[in-house]
């Protein structure tokens, strides 16, 4: 493991460690022997370039590959402070995905109202309170900061949204769920620059309420939006450490090729 | 500067080339026009035989030695109950088949088998059907020859065409929305309950309605199975005035359908059944016209609140 120095004021708890994780689709090796940290409440940015796997370590979090066969993972992701292995093979994916919530590249909200689309991970854990229901419904459309735009609508279709809005609607549902790490694809590369900045402002005021890992094609937005960055290529961790640091003076020749963009 | 193009050939050029597109365009009208003109003037000849037999009374009344008091009540009923049969065993089996394979089953040899003969099922002769079902149905169930056995025979018969159908409707959702789906903790049923059913229901609704279509024309497998042509009752009510008040003598009783009333009437010698017979298939097309017609409005007004 890289180490990292200790510029931030608080101290810094790990929320979940990367052990020796290597990742299948069937015969070919994606992800290789990665060794990480993810530190409580803060953001840690997955940069690389494109099939460098780290898309593939994201949905190795909350366990997405279980949806389809021939996937194997070897090796450890324990989640902190219970210290559960989450890809241990007696650990229910279900299980994770309810600690873990994920945001996707393209928005994907259900067409249902946005009323529904927000309640639904309530609903699947058995929530059928309409107090609590409405409650939560408004506390997660406020966090991703869509309460002012949708409060006189909630129940219109969610498709009637903009591409923008329907994104942090899409966080609304990750967020309601009051999940213990929220995990964003390349949660901008669908969306217009104003959109992009939206979202981006909105990830900087979420990591006081939750760890965040994001994967991102776009360097500017790591440097923006990250405390911590890995960069990943073909399949292996390359470099771990404050996004400062990363960006700035660069342990690896390889990082320092691909941030200054001689490579990539 | 360039010099001047030779306009003069390029559009001699473009000239002959869209003779080729207008000869293609007036072969494919000329195909469409085949097809579309030869219903068009079966529909219209029936229609001028049939029209001036439709009154009130033939719809109420039963079949008759005399043409011109015969009706094609019992067919008419017959065919909506066994319709109804059809729709309550076909969807279900159907629907849950096709979530079935398309969520649940392994991608292995085994679910390849079955998806290779369920295609090849929508392809087998309707009297194969009716075969099966006089064997089974009628004798070794002991049915009988009754508005069961026909209901059963034709949900059988649409059964591969609302799976398909639902298959279709299922593949059409993005992995996106399951992906959301299950992201949030959902369990495989919480996904097919809460997502897959209700969005492909406009699809699936489309193709029960298309393969009911089908089979209220069917004749042959009916006809197999011991449908009688000449029906002067109706089925036993479902609804009584005493407990328990529902019945379902109906589904034992015997009954006749809309095209075995009018292959009786075309095979008497007299014109004036033939004439009933025209009437009948009039009423028989409309039938099937008005379900596709409501096919295409449910999927229309269902797809308005979905989009992808």
Redo the contacts between chains.
């Keep these: 493991m890289v180490a990292v120095s200790a510029q931030e004021a608080a101290p810094v708890v790990a929320k979940a460690e990367v052990r020796g994780l290597n990742f299948y689709y069937s015969d070919f090796h994606a992800l290789k022997a990665i060794d990480m940290p993810v530190y409580e409440k803060k953001v840690t940015a997955l940069i690389g370039p494109s099939g460098c796997g780290k898309s593939t370590f994201l949905r190795s979090f909350?366990r997405?590959h279980d949806?389809y066969?021939g996937n194997r993972y070897e090796g450890e992701i324990r989640l902190f402070p219970d210290d559960v292995n989450v890809l241990a093979p007696g650990v229910d994916p279900?299980?994770v995905?309810?600690r873990i919530?994920?945001v996707?590249q393209?928005p994907?909200?259900?067409?249902k109202s946005i009323y529904e689309n927000v309640a639904?991970?309530l609903?699947?854990?058995g929530e059928s309170r309409r107090v609590t229901l409405n409650e939560k419904v408004e506390e997660a459309l406020r966090s991703a900061a869509l309460w002012e735009e949708v409060k006189e609508r909630l129940q219109e279709?969610a498709?009637n949204l903009s591409g923008g809005q329907q994104q942090r609607l899409?966080i609304a549902?990750?967020l309601a769920?009051d999940p213990e790490i929220l995990l964003f694809d390349e949660p901008t590369s669908a969306l217009d620059p104003i959109a992009t900045a939206s979202i981006e402002e909105l990830i900087h005021d979420l990591k006081n309420k939750v760890t965040i890992v994001i994967v991102t094609h776009n360097m500017q937005q790591a440097a923006r939006v990250s405390d911590y960055t890995a960069y990943m290529y073909l399949g292996e961790l390359i470099e771990f450490g404050v996004t400062d640091e990363i960006f700035i003076k660069p342990k690896k020749k390889e990082t320092e090729d691909y941030i200054t963009g001689r490579f990539g | 500067m360039e010099a001047a193009r030779d306009l003069g050939a390029i559009r001699a050029l473009i000239a002959k080339h869209k003779r080729w597109d207008m000869i293609f365009g007036l072969c494919g009208l000329l195909a469409l026009m085949i097809g579309v003109l030869t219903f068009a003037a079966l529909f219209v000849d029936m229609a001028i035989d049939g029209i001036p037999r439709l009154n009130w009374d033939f719809f109420t009344s039963f079949p008759s030695r005399k043409p011109a008091q015969a009706g094609i009540l019992s067919a008419w009923v017959g065919s909506s109950l066994v319709m109804l049969v059809t729709a309550f065993f076909a969807v279900p089996l159907g629907v849950a088949a096709g979530i079935y394979l398309e969520e649940y089953a392994p991608k292995n040899w085994v679910t390849d088998v079955i998806e290779i003969n369920i295609t090849n099922l929508a392809g087998v002769p309707s009297i194969v059907y009716g075969l099966l079902a006089l064997g089974l149905f009628v004798y070794q169930f002991g049915f009988g020859q009754s508005v069961l056995s026909a209901g059963l025979t034709l949900a059988l018969l649409i059964l591969p065409v609302v799976i398909v159908a639902t298959r279709e409707a299922i593949r059409s959702i993005p992995q996106g929305i399951r992906e959301g789906a299950y992201a949030l903790g959902s369990t495989q049923w919480q996904v097919c309950k809460d997502h897959i059913i209700p969005y492909s229901m406009p699809g699936i609704l489309t193709g029960v309605i298309i393969g009911m279509a089908r089979a209220i024309g069917e004749t042959a497998p009916i006809i197999t199975i011991g449908a009688l042509t000449f029906i002067a009752f109706l089925p036993g009510a479902p609804l009584k005035a005493e407990p328990p008040f529902v019945s379902f003598e109906w589904l034992f009783s015997g009954f006749t359908v809309m095209p075995i009333q009018m292959f009786n009437w075309t095979s008497r010698p007299e014109a004036a059944f033939q004439q009933n017979a025209a009437a009948a298939g009039f009423v028989l097309v409309l039938m099937t016209l008005a379900m596709n017609g409501f096919a295409i409005w449910l999927r229309y007004s269902l797809r308005k609140k979905i989009k992808w």
Excluded at chain 1, 108 to 111: L, S, T
């Design positions: 909350n997405m949806l066969p279900i299980e995905r309810m919530s994920m996707f393209k994907n909200p259900f067409p639904y991970g609903r699947v854990r279709p498709f899409c549902r990750a769920t």
